[in-house]
């Protein structure tokens, strides 16, 4: 069965500063992976996936995320943080061999920016 | 487009009590999902519908849940009876995904949310 693990459960950044948010997997087979963000009060929205090829992906709202397979991990990247960005953001990987859709979330990372 | 549609968005019951909570999902959607998600954690999938039929429930504990989508659009998901730890949000979703690839390659909408409280 596939895991997500997200190892910090709160990251802080000023304003303007770069960000990354570090995301693990573990799966068989070539994973599906996504980012989501969810806004306190809200359902979640998608940020950004990977299915194959290029192995840098751009999302929404200047995300971009970074698969490798040799290590396993999915890390979403931001080069300059804005406030609105403060949301709590979930790795998920998906089983594509499944008849149904079985995506696993991590447990999230809280982002806190500071003015 | 509207967005999907959850009610109540909070619900405050004793324990052995019922709930239920409504999901109306974008038209046109196909499939369907319920999530729970406990606090601190990420949402797990409870229960997984294409059109009228379910597609996945193997995480839906069926002692004491259950979830309908009748005419394959609007789906209700009840618990009889609730227990503490049944404290969550309860999100909704849906997607166009009709085949399996369309399942996986279309985005899911989630609604906001039902955030039970079980006493």
């Known amino acids: 069965a596939q895991s997500v693990t997200q190892p910090d459960i709160h990251i802080t950044v000023s304003e303007g500063a770069s960000l990354e948010l570090r995301c693990n997997y573990s799966y068989g087979a070539t994973p599906y992976l996504f980012w989501y963000v969810q806004s306190p009060g809200q359902g979640l929205q998608l940020l950004l996936k990977?299915?194959?090829?290029?192995?840098l992906v751009q999302g929404i709202k200047g995300f971009e995320a970074e698969f490798k397979r040799s290590q396993s991990s999915f890390n979403l990247r931001k080069p300059s943080v804005h406030w609105s960005d403060a949301a709590e953001y979930f790795c998920a990987v998906g089983a594509p061999s499944g008849s149904a859709r079985q995506l696993t979330f991590g447990s999230g990372t809280q982002l806190t920016v500071l003015p | 487009e509207a967005g999907v549609a959850q009610s109540p968005r909070y619900k405050i019951i004793e324990k052995r009590q019922s709930v239920a909570f409504w999901c109306n999902p974008i038209s046109g959607h196909a499939t369907l999902y319920w999530y729970q998600q406990i606090l601190g954690q990420g949402p797990k999938l409870l229960i997984q519908?294409?059109?009228?039929?379910?597609?996945?429930d193997s995480q839906l504990p069926k002692d004491r849940f259950s979830a309908e989508r009748l005419k394959g659009v609007d789906s209700t998901l009840k618990i009889q009876p609730a227990k503490l730890e049944d404290s969550a949000v309860y999100l909704c979703a849906s997607s166009l995904g009709g085949s399996r690839w369309q399942a996986f390659n279309s985005p899911l909408h989630f609604g906001n949310g039902t955030r039970l409280t079980v006493t």
């Open positions: 990977y299915f194959s090829g290029d192995t």
């Open positions: 519908f294409q059109n009228n039929g379910v597609v996945d």
